[in-house]
């Protein structure tokens, strides 16, 4: 559980301040930020991916899709 928890690993230095305020853990947090590989995610990649994985999927190339990357916090 999180209270028995001996490390934990925060996302960012405002998660780690919440675990700070919210549940008093201000030792044994480390911060390490999400990383992404700009190469494997650079658009020139799209084609070379896109029809095979949708294949993969059962999604045909004209069903349109969204994706949302974001926090909950308001």
Do not use: C, W
Request: charged share 25%; hydrophobic share 30%.
């Amino acid at each position: 559980s999180f209270a028995r928890s001996r490390y934990m690993i925060a996302i960012s230095s405002n998660t780690r301040d919440d675990l700070q305020k919210y549940y008093r853990r201000d030792q044994n947090v480390s911060v390490i930020h999400h990383g992404v590989d700009a190469e494997l995610f650079h658009p020139r990649q799209r084609e070379l991916h896109r029809g095979p994985l949708r294949q993969r999927l059962g999604i045909d190339s004209e069903t349109p899709l969204a994706l949302y990357v974001g926090n909950a916090l308001k």
